[in-house]
């Protein structure tokens, strides 16, 4: 049944195609195992400008809604006070300016570049001093990978799931991805709770805790794939879908080909 | 083969028994096949579990990890859970024999279900068959257990997490409920007897239950014959098709040989349950989101679906876990072991079939197990509330509410839908599902479909 | 005929190209095992099997159409009543003695019940342990790795899972602890001096089956189950506001010790986690 070898003969041929894009895509990661991944860049003071377009674009862009004297207003909070890390976080990952008024503003391009934002950061600060927190600044090199795993575990993965990809909260909110952030956004965000995202500070996690973690956090953007194709690392939820659609799927076309209909 | 042949039969006399054996005849229809799929996958779950039990630790005493996982190189985890990373790790074929050991689970139970459905549409359960029926049914039990225990194994987040659940539910059960979950387990969660416990359950008294019954399922299919649709030529008292040897077996054997191929295919290039990414259980910390394998996908999603509705007294407590995880699959069990005596008194037909009915030779059958089906999948997609509601960006409670509609909305609609368009295939004569019209549907007459 | 040589020869192919991923299989172990390698030619080497296997039944074999007779299911009616008259027969001793079987009976049935017993030998009995936990009086507040909870420990909105000193593994004892403003919050009544400098601690197990409820949302201060969606209001006594659970969170009271460290008055007031039987919340 020359029908029945062709389409035998195009699922071996689809199966290898497969096997080798996949293998194509682990193999990089095979290398790059975690024992041997390149030092992560450290977490960064800011640029400090103190005389740059701060002012300017905060008077422009931002004192609509914070007032001109960053006291806030009906429209947004104070900033007075809140800390070099709580308004580069916020300026860094795009979450502000708010373009959509949204209860919990999600990362987006930022819309300055990093030397505008260090200004920006720069003139929040002079308007009022706090006990806010200041930008993080770490070496990476000493921090621990186990010891991350297990804070990461204990403190971000209820929310942020095991492997940084984010989850649902109450009231429509989520705990967004941790994909695309950076060691400084990061560490940005451990300290200073950003949106309903808990508060832990010098005396909950040491600096050389909340290193750990990033370094964990930064692994976990490319994490230890070796059983294959990682189906978006959704757990069970994937995994069934497959083992039906693939898995029986396949095999179901397979005694389709094999049997008989009624009629036959 | 004939000196071979010749030495047994000096032996046991077996050459008559293999005669009527090698000449049996099977039906060919391609339905037939699916309750061979699940037996395939049970055989390569048997060979890959047996290479995994050399190298996995029933023991949840705590040691410190050393392994090529770097992320995890100094931890403090139990034996069964760095046992499993050093599988996937550093044994040869180890990950590759653990994942496809873990997809022929998943796809074992599927084809089971799969292999439900059509003796349940076609009504092979009638009698004389309730017998193959009833084992059926625990065979799908068994599996299910068995399949929760199996992925305990590990004691990582993720799975620990499900066994306080299971914990919960046994504390939940009227009057022993206390008692079920501290002998179960070995006393208050989490009692470290539970790894080496589901270990033992896991590798032998379920595997030789369902070997057992098994044995019987088959020895019964091969004493009463198979079933076979009515067709030219088949009659309630032949059987027509191939015979076993040696087209059937060779076909057979083909079949298991694309099994393996599938599992083996899956196990090598899609990543299943990585719990080096997932950490080791420890009780006071979880994940989100948290499901369990799907084929508990339904009692999860009757946990999250069901109200908070608990009786109290003050002194005695009915608790909420109750009604969805202990009641409901009570239920669910009982219908599916009862329908055969069911349908019997329903339909008063007592008398014993070898001819299969086309599921749209019975409309309400049909309804019934496509509403009560859909039911099930409802459940199982409910488990996954809070990722959908992610990814739709919806609240999550919102989810739940529209589930809740959804729960009782869409069997019944299915039923509906499945009732009047089997009624218009059967009445209107046609061919096949397809070859009926929409005018038919709505007033269906004899012979319509030659118009 | 030429079909069937056709046939032969795309069936040889498919058992060598078998034969080779077999090789290959061979090869890769031996140079140290890929995963992906490896399930590529189990598949290869088993689904080529398959071919030539399927293949070979439908071109070279006899196929269908073969006709077996059934027989009846149940035995001949002569073979019934020889069954009966022998089981009467054979058995007749054993019917006659109606008290000799049921004193039989009588013992089958103790020494059943009595092989049961053993049973009990696989757990403790609960007793009153799912009434306490291990918070007791003055029990010192330490987290995970054993260290001391003080007054400065977290900030407002912070968050720590927490034990009572020397039992960080008592799975029972599990505490979320939650730092809220003392402008913004308002004790229950009866639950005044529970809270001390915006201290809130609540049971971490779930009073619906038993998750920790590990999410907190510091801005809308709920606490939220991963398990099954239950939500607790941590401003009302972690009363449940959504999802499946329908008894708060047991609140452990707090205090300040002199030192500045975070101590239990006592334990919770009521059983902590799921419901059972006699459960008295």
Known sequence: MPGLARSGLLALVVLAIVGALVLGRSAPSEAQSATSSPTPAPIQPPLATPAGPGRLIFLGDCAFCHGTDAAGSNRGPSLQGVGDADVDFYLSTGRMPITDVVQDPQRQTPAYDPHEIASIVSYVSSLGAGTGTPIPQGNLSSARLTQGEKLYTENCASCHSSVAAGGALTNGMYAPTLRPSTPTQIAEAIRVGPGTMPVFGTDTLSDDQVNSIVKYVLYLQHPEDRGGLNLSHLGPITEGMIAFVVGLGALLLFVRKIGTVVGE | ?451 | MSEGRDATRLIAVSFSVSALASLGLLITYVVGGQPQVEGSLIAVSLGSLALGLILWAHNLMPTGHFVEEREPHGSTSAERASFTADLDRSGDEIQRRTFLGRILIGALGLLGVAALFPVRSLGTKPGRTLFHTSWTPGARVVTGAGEVVTSSTLEVGGVLTVFPEGHTKAADSQTILVRVSTAEFTPLPGRETWSPDGYLAYSKVCTHAGCPVALYQAESKELFCPCHQSAFDVFDGARPIAGPATRPLPQLPLAIDASGNLTAQRDFTQPVGPGFWNDPS
């Open chain 2, 1 to 451: 083969m004939r000196r071979v042949a010749r030495w047994t039969d000096d032996r046991l006399g077996s050459s008559a028994f293999a005669e009527d054996a090698l000449n049996k005849v099977f039906p060919d229809h391609w339905s037939f096949m699916l309750g061979e799929i699940s037996l395939y996958c049970f055989v390569i779950l048997i060979l890959t579990g047996t290479f995994l039990t050399f190298f996995f630790d029933a023991s949840s005493r705590e040691i410190v990890y050393r392994g090529s996982y770097a992320p995890l190189n100094g931890a403090t985890v139990s034996e069964a859970y760095a046992s499993v990373v050093r599988i996937s790790f550093d044994v040869r074929a180890g990950l590759v024999m653990r994942q496809i050991h873990h997809w022929a689970a998943l796809v074992f139970i599927g084809a089971i279900v799969l292999h439900l459905c059509r003796i349940f549409f076609t009504g092979a359960f009638r009698r004389p068959r309730e017998l193959n029926w009833i084992i059926g049914v625990t065979l799908l039990l068994l599996a299910i257990f068995n399949g929760f225990t199996g992925y305990s194994l590990p004691d990582d987040l993720l799975s620990g997490t499900g066994l306080r659940i299971a914990y919960s539910i046994a504390l939940s059960v009227p009057l022993i409920g206390t008692w079920l979950a501290f002998l179960i387990f070995g006393g208050e969660f989490p009692a470290q007897q539970i790894i080496s416990r589901l270990f033992v359950i896991h590798i032998m008294l379920v595997p030789a239950l369902i070997i057992g019954l098994l044995g019987a399922h088959l020895a019964i299919l091969w004493r009463q014959k198979h079933t076979q649709f009515p067709e030219a030529g088949r009659t309630e008292s032949n059987v027509v098709g191939s015979k076993l040897w040696p087209t059937y077996a060779a076909k057979s054997v083909g079949l298991f040989c694309a099994v393996f191929a599938v599992l083996g295919a899956l196990g090598g290039l899609a990543q299943i349950n990585p719990i080096w990414l997932y950490g080791p259980f420890e009780p006071a910390y979880v994940a989100s989101p948290s499901q369990p394998d799907w084929f508990l996908g339904w009692v999860d999603g009757a946990l999250r679906l069901f109200p908070a509705w608990e009786f109290r007294t003050g002194s005695f407590m009915l608790p909420n876990p109750f009604f969805p995880a202990v009641l409901m699959p009570g239920i669910t069990f009982g219908l599916l072991y009862m329908w055969p005596f069911l349908e019997a008194r329903f339909t008063h037909d007592y008398g014993p079939h070898e001819l299969l009915d086309r599921p749209t030779d019975r409309p309400v059958r049909s309804a019934i197990g496509a509403g009560v089906l859909t039911f099930y999948i409802v459940l199982l997609f409910a488990a996954s509330n809070d990722v959908l509601a992610r990814m739709f960006q919806v609240p999550v409670l919102a989810m739940t509410v529209a589930f809740r509609i959804a729960l009782f909305v869409v069997p019944a609609l299915v039923a509906f839908v499945v009732y009047r368009w089997f009624k218009a295939v059967k009445v209107s004569g046609a061919k096949g599902v397809m070859e009926v019209s929409l005018v038919q549907v709505r007033h269906p007459t004899p012979g319509g479909s030659h118009e």
